[in-house]
Structure formats: C-alpha cells, structure tokens
C-alpha cells in the first residue's frame, strides 16, 4: 500500500513559522527578552489594578515587592535552586519533545501522554527487582524513553500511512494516556498496600540521587542537560537533522533529493515521544516514586510554551524551561510573603508566549503590508 504524501497542509498551523531561522540569533534573542520583559509588566500591572481593587488600596511598590519574593523563593537559597531545578527539570526534557517536532514542521500536542506514558513506564521498570544500582536507573529511565517513545510512533505512522493531522491525534492520544493509565494504576498495578490507588514504590536502586545535599535537588537536571546537548549535535551535526529539518522546511524538495519525509516523520515523532516519555519518568524516579491514579501535571502542555519561547533551538529551549521553573518554585513565596495568588504566574507565562507569537505574526505580515502600501506596479510608458 503506497503510503500518501506527507504534508503540512489541512489545518492552519505550520511550526516552521516558529523557528524564527530566517534572522539571525541577536535577533531572536532580542525580540525573546523584550516579550520577557512585556509579560513581566502585563504581570506587574494586573498586580497594581488588584492592590487598587483591595481595602488596603493602591501600593504602587507591590509588583517590586512580588518579584523580589518570587526571585528570593526560586534563586534565594539551596532549597530554593533546587525547587527551581528539579521544575526546570521535566520542561527542558518536554519541551525538547515539541521542539524536535517543531523542526520536521510536526506540531507535537501529544507531549502530554507521551509524559504519562514514560512516567508509568518509569514506575514500572522502577519496580522491577534484581537490577543493580546504578544500572536499574538507566532501565527504568530508557523504559521511560520506550514507553513514551511508543506512544509517539503511533501518531507519526498515522500521519505518514493515511494523512491523519498530528494535531488531531495527539489530542485524542492524550486522553486516551491519561484515562488508560488512570485504569491501569488502580486494577492490574495498583499497589495493594497503598492507601489509594497507585502503583508500587520504585525501589530504591532505580531512584535518582540527590546532588545537593540537605534538598530534593536530583540528577535528572544532569540527564536533561545532556539530552539539550544530544538533540542539538542530531539536528544541527548530523545527516539525520539535516533531513529532519528538510522534511519541515519543504517536504517536496526533501523528496526531490532522496529523503523520505514518511520516514523522517514516524522517526520524528517517535523521537519526539521518547524525550517527553523520559521527562516523565525522571519526574517518577525523582520526585513521586509512584503513578498515582488520577495523576495530575501539566508538564506536557507547559513543553509547548517553553519551545515557544525557545524558538525550537534545543539550548533555548533549556533557557526558557530554567525561566519557567524560576517562576513556578518562587510563586509559593511570592503568594505567603505578599498575597499575591500564584495564578498570576499563568498568566505572566501566557502573557510571554503572546508576544512571542505576535512578532512571529508581525514579521509574516510586515512585508505583505509594505506591498500593499506600495500599491501595484506600473509598467513604463512608451516615449
């Protein structure tokens, strides 16, 4: 069975816009810190209308006062770098999941089962007994990888073998993951001598060491470094990026030279799977030790903004998830020191990747709009 061609086309969204590759890195980098910037006063903003709104009235010193709590909570002392690691940790591993799709021009909104799926696949293989330490890691870590990895192929073969949208199926694929492993926690591996539905405790051989004494601070962040450096020499050092990035750029051409974009894009995708399947089974070696039923993250979708803000570029991708994990480990002390809900942070986040996209828009759009206020060319006229 001929399998048909693979195409970005059928549904409006091209991640190849994202990538921003047609200007140079000063610029990205630029725009990337001004869109910062811009969402940290839509933030400071909507915190001065809310001090004006209280009994207390206006307090013009609050979103200085908020800040300051949210960086002294994230980057203050050992506990806090940890808090802001050990959250960096799963964004930087998901967010390389939408970014590697992003660059074969896939829009991977799957990241999210893809992370459950490692995360039970690292609880399972975590319980597995008679593997040696440090060896049980690696096993429970790379069934992780299998698992989500898995769940990455299915999408991607169903894309290059009939056309499917990987949009569509990600987002059904998701729910699916979720409930599915939901049903698994609590029958077939549920902890029998658990007070609520889970699956047994990995055992102590498979658990991530801590690398700074007297926190919770473990060595997945070692392993998600090492995965931005992985992914970044495939894409850029090797035969394979070159096609992967090909295949997003112009799937027509990469066929005109030999490469096969249905290939390119079930390896993609399952690659893609995999690397969100590891940040779930980090998550599970390092921090709950279990699948709880009912387990609840949003990791997977948080993976779409920091690539977002990354550009797709593996080492941004590292820079906005450190960013993100700054903002989610000193919102607690943001809100206990200054009453500030840590919801504002959601929509500090939101407010980042709207601007973000809207220069993507604009630098589309600029260059339409200066034809137009041109007008139509004329031809000149004969003496």
């Known amino acids: 069975m001929t399998s048909p061609p693979v195409s970005h086309g059928g549904m409006s969204v091209d991640p190849t816009t994202l990538v921003g590759s047609g200007s140079g890195i000063g610029r990205q980098l630029a725009s990337t810190v001004v869109a910062i910037v811009l969402g940290l006063l ?29 960086l002294s909570g994230s980057l203050g002392d050992a506990r806090g770098w940890a808090n802001t690691m050990n959250s960096a940790t799963p964004l930087i591993l998901a967010g390389l ?56 192929f299915i999408p991607g073969l169903l894309k290059a073998w009939r056309g499917a949208h990987e949009v569509v199926t990600t987002i059904m694929l998701n729910s699916i993951a979720a409930l599915g492993l939901n049903w698994l926690a609590a029958t077939y591996f549920r902890d029998p001598g658990a007070t609520f539905p889970r699956t047994p405790d990995a055992l102590p051989s498979a658990l991530l060491p801590t690398i700074l004494e007297g926190t919770r601070m473990h060595a997945g962040i070692l392993v998600a470094l090492a995965a931005a450096v992985a992914v970044w020499f495939v894409l850029f050092k090797t035969t394979l990026g070159f096609e992967i990035r090909t295949v997003g750029s112009n799937p027509d051409a990469a066929r005109y ?12 995708m399952s690659i893609a799977g995999g690397l969100a399947g ?16 009912e387990y609840n993250t949003t990791y997977g979708f948080d993976a779409i903004a920091v690539a977002l803000l990354g550009r797709a570029h593996p080492f941004g991708v590292v820079g906005a998830a450190l960013l993100f994990g700054v903002l989610r480990a000193g919102a607690g002390a943001m809100q206990r020191e200054t009453g500030i809900p840590i919801d504002i942070i959601s929509v500090v986040q939101g407010a980042i990747i709207l601007f973000v996209a809207a220069e993507v828009v604009i630098r589309r759009l600029l260059p339409r709009i200066r034809r137009a206020g041109r007008g139509p060319t004329r031809a000149p006229s004969a003496a």
């Open 42 to 70: 839509v933030g400071a903003v909507l915190i001065l209308v809310s001090s004006a709104l209280s009994e207390e009235g206006l307090r013009p010193t609050l979103p200085i006062e908020a800040y300051a709590s949210l």
């Open 97 to 152: 999941s939408v970014a590697f799709g992003f660059r074969a021009g896939l829009f991977n909104i799957g990241a999210q089962g893809q992370f459950f799926l490692g995360a039970f696949g690292g609880a399972i293989f975590g319980g597995v007994a008679g593997i040696p330490f440090p060896l049980h890691i690696v096993v429970a870590v790379f069934g992780g990888f299998l698992f989500g990895g898995l769940w990455g």
């Open 278 to 293: 590891t940040a779930g089974a980090i998550e599970i070696l390092g921090i709950t030790k279990n699948y709880p039923a």
């Open 257 to 268: 030279a030999g490469i096969r974009p249905a290939l390119i894009t079930v390896l993609t």
